[in-house]
């Protein structure tokens, strides 16, 4: 077992990008973490996360697709899949990798194209995150999956819905200053309040869009990185996945999000580390109501403190808990299959210091909970800047 | 790093299974490979290998779904896919979880279920493995971009239909001892001959068949392999994924099938071993034109002369180079993500020595070549019985 660091981080802007395919936004970000690293020539292997081309693009097998494309036909190339965990799944194959000693260089790419969908509609194709035989076949979309679990948790801890736009609020400020952001626009409470529902009680801006873009991150043992010399090095403490049952009716406890429980857990113990240690999280806000069950089943809230957290402004870059720094899932964007590895790359460009506005002061150590459907993968990582 | 063994294996019967779905399949599979390891309760990780349930299922995130359906709820769990070369992907990623010392048993399971597919015909899904824009875009199916490469080998070899018979013929002769295997029945060179065409010039019994099933292995650590003492112990030698551009019009060498040889290359030179060392090569005949290639990539017949090996007899259990012992995908069936897995199973019945009416005198070295899509992905094992 070696050390793993991250050397190299790129991406695409994320939004409706017409003009790039899937394989052009994976290339992009892929050769830009490249460069980010300062190598030339191909990595050993390209590990891909991606969830819905087979669906949307008509395409499956993208290992070997991006590999080429990238311009590094030949070496090895596998897709990851773990529904909207898919990111988080991808970099742990990569980081284990590198780890055993088998490997040096190795590449992860996040990629995921919804917006220009041909054979399925994007709501049907995501909800193959879901149970298909025990929810989906019953019609249940996913954003219905995620109203069903906020609907509890206000009526269980007595929260109004107002209670959650901190979330929003936050997503927004902070997307302002990520010139790769989505929605670079500010929204107050008022905006929120008066904002569409789209599946009770989730409006609009509880939402995460549906998005195009890639993220690419490149790995190598820890004395490598020394070597090269071209950032400080960001070190892996901890990968760890967890799982549970796809379908809300099957699980212990609808609220206790256990996956995301049990990995931080497992993480924390990995890593030594509890959660005051931690400088930034990452957080999946897909919905408003991922984040706050996330804050709490990391360690960060109790059961239904999520939303006083945020109501007390500690999840700003300049509070306790820095959440969804560079505009999240929510403001950032969401391309499901990538946004595992955006979260990680939003996590390295804190802990280098790279932030600009949003930049959490002295930012040491950086967490990232990357939520697949709706809690049954979780992915947690905790990554550490080294002097 | 650690010598990693397989210590179970198990699978489903391959047809069309109406009365089982895609968890099922996956779960009694997975169980049955515990079983045959002497283990209970869960393995530390679960890789899954699938291609077609997010198409014709409705259906991502396995891996989550059949941890917790097998009883193994909490695990690490996800999907690897790489088209039909899934399996041997998702064997890799397995293989590599145990040798890095991070854990100590895992598990693999390759499932697919074709037969009663909802959403999309199967002939589109299986398209994806090809390049959507270069090639699906246009209309070719998967097996007429096989059948152009078939084409292309019988003009530039010089070689007539019927010198690929001995694929199939050996095939089906083979299935007939498996009782997993899908078509238990003997043809013969006039039954070969007059089958109907289904992509000029290739026939009937040039293509596998639409199926369900699944296949599972557990893997430790050689030290606990032997400790536990169930079975002789199967050691992987060589593990290697190697890759080339989805789309045919793109390869530099059209008869090479580049990854496959890069890919046997590499695992030769992994292994200290040569083709001579081989003593049963479970080939991906999806297409008998794949066969020969893969005969010929990974060095056991000169170019153009995969089907006289065939023609001469070599390839059956008494051969020099015993293929498709269990029936191969021809006979035994190609659920496609979980053929990679299947391949590895027979490669391990024969090293045990289990093999019956079909075992291969003294098995002691046994290979699988898992291509995906025309040749895009290929993954390579070496494995070896310890006495």
Redesign the interface.
Known sequence: ?RDVCVIGIGQTPIGELWDM?L?DLAAKALRDAMKDAGLDGPPE?LFVAN??A??L?????L???I??FTGW???????????CASGG?AF??AY??V????MDVVAVCGVEKMTDAT??PVT??L???????FE??HGASFVALNALVMQRYMYEYRVPHESFAPFSINAHQNAINNPNAMFRRAINEQIYKNAPVIADPINLYDSSPICDGAAAMVLCPLEMARELNQHVPVRVLAS???????DLA?RHDLLGL??AR?SAKKAYEKSGLSPQDIDVFEVHDAFSIMAALSLEAAGFAERGKGTSLALDGEITPQGKVPISTMGGLKGRGHPVGATGVYELVDVVTQLRGEAAANQVPNAEVGMSQNI??TG??VVTHILQRLS
């Open positions: 077992m395919s394989r292997a969830m819905l087979p669906r693009s008509n395409q499956a097998h290992g070997a697709l590999a080429d036909r030949g070496i090895e190339a596998v897709t990851v899949e773990a529904a799944a742990q194959q284990r990798a780890a055993s000693g088998l054979t399925s049907s194709a909800a193959t995150a879901a149970d298909a035989d989906g076949a760890v996945t967890a799982t549970d049952c796809l099957g256990e996956a049990g697949g459907g049954a993968t």
